[in-house]
């Protein structure tokens, strides 16, 4: 079983925009917070953005203001605008779900999609 798909990745240029999409099952969708992580090439995995508590959203210094998160509850769904991109953004993006209180307490902490793969050059 699939808990987490993700797809929109691909090559573009700097200035470019590409969203990214994360198809979550209903289970997961529904008692867990969604969100976006990162690994550039040789680097470690950083937040991009997430939903919090209270449905508010949490965004890295680095993308505020370019990427936005936004999620369709009907299609189980969550999206990531990127807009002006850099090469610094190059990367591969991971969609994300934590646990949340209305989860059962055996149920993993989080899950993790296999990524998609961004790429920003000229």
């Known amino acids: 079983q699939v808990q987490l798909v993700e797809s929109g990745g691909g090559l573009v240029q700097p200035g470019g925009s590409l969203t990214l999409s994360c198809a979550a099952s209903?289970?997961?969708?529904?008692?867990?917070?969604m969100g976006w992580y990162r690994q550039p090439p040789g680097k470690q995995r950083e937040l991009v953005a997430t939903?919090?508590?209270?449905?508010?959203?949490n965004y890295a210094d680095s993308v505020k203001g370019r990427f936005t998160i936004s999620r369709d509850n009907a299609k189980n769904t969550v999206y990531l605008q990127m807009n002006s991109l850099k090469s610094e953004d190059t990367a591969v993006y991971y969609c994300t779900a934590r646990r949340t209180v209305r989860a059962l307490t055996t149920d993993p902490l989080a899950y993790w999609g296999h990524g998609t793969q961004v790429t920003v050059s000229s």
């Open positions: 209903e289970s997961i969708f529904s008692l867990y917070a």
């Open positions: 939903f919090t508590s209270g449905s508010s959203t």
